[in-house]
């Protein structure tokens, strides 16, 4: 079969972009992938992508990049404009544009592929409306429900059962659309994020480092942690806590870390294109975040050998970490249950031990070869099942 997954920004570092990439790649040994990005900023995509898998975009917003399009003017104007078919309320509006609007209508209308696979609420809702019968339209949901504003909310329950399919990271989240959804009009998925197959650093567990990575935004919960840290040197002051990202509260994190006193113990750091060997550095990772649709660092630190010490936050956590085996739960935004559960293993290292055992057990349920397997058995009954009406266009 054809596929096709749909991206809004296939060139940045972004974790909807790796477990796409990681996905296609996989799937791209027994079918043929492709994937499309509406905007292209960068000269190369920022993650490996198999030579199986074909990679273009329908703009080009690279400094001095030539506009695909009959009439230049026309398309400078429409690029200024705010798009009229996404709604103000998705979390990357400022992304689309009169210009977005005219090139995916295009594209969605004509897909050339047997199955597109979109990506995020914004192009998923535009599948929904524009995608023909004949092509099998996925939605696939990367977040929670619950963090969209009411007028998505209202958009996803009037178009989304027009989508043949909706795929969501865990069970708790596919609970949530199917009570949003219309009894019986779009059927919902659980099939999560998966690793990909190469052999992953692993850590000693000597090193005496507490490593964080994602966006430093406030879902998060950096602070958090920086708070639980401070209790945690107090017993353990030859820790030290790494904290890999970039957002815009990385001088507010900065700042806190100093008042607490932690200027010698706390180092911000940049994004990394070689996570896996920063998580083999370190002995633990810390997941502060107040909300966590999957996770997808959790996993890679399975992969390395790292225990988890993790919020049991909605949704994700509590669905990957099986507590007192391969990592801690510990109540949502308790800093100071964090900091006693990080302390207890950094003070046992028995303990330690046999839970670095048993992430790498853990990690093998993630595996990508097997994630695929889920979404191959899911389209090939898409594609032999007898057309619903789902009310696109023929």
Partial sequence: MKITFLLLEAYTVDGTVRSTFTLANELSRRHDVEIVSVRRAADRPAFPLSGRVRLRSLIDVRPGARVAWPNTERARRLMALPSRLVHPEERSFSKYSAWTDERLTRFLRRPRTDVLVTTRAGLNLMAARLVPAGVVAVGQEHLQLGVNDAGILAEIEEWYP?????????????????????????????????????????????????????????????????????????????????????????????????????????????????????????????????????????????????????????????EIITDGTDGLLVPPEDSGALAEALSRLIGDEELRLKMSAGALASAERFAVSAVAGRWERMLGGLLAAPRRDTGRPG
């Fill in 162 to 318: 027009r989508l043949d399919a909706l795929t969501c990271l865990t069970v708790a989240d596919t609970g949530d659309y199917e009570r949003l959804l219309p009894a019986g009009s779009c059927p919902v998925h659980t099939i999560g994020n998966g690793l990909p197959p190469r052999a992953y650093p692993r850590s000693r567990q000597e090193n005496r480092v507490v490593v964080a990575a994602g966006r430093i935004v406030w879902i998060k919960g950096y602070d958090l942690l920086i708070d639980a840290f401070a209790k945690v040197v107090e017993e353990h002051p030859d820790w030290r806590l790494r904290i890999h990202g970039q957002g815009p509260r990385r001088e507010e994190l900065r700042r806190r870390a100093t008042r607490r006193g932690l200027y010698n113990h706390v180092r911000l750091l940049e994004q990394t294109h070689d996570m896996e060997g920063e998580l083999a550095k370190a002995s633990v990772l810390a997941l502060p975040s107040r909300g966590e649709s999957f996770g997808m660092t959790i996993i890679e630190a399975f992969a390395c050998g790292l225990p988890v010490v993790a919020f049991d936050c909605p949704q994700g956590p509590r």
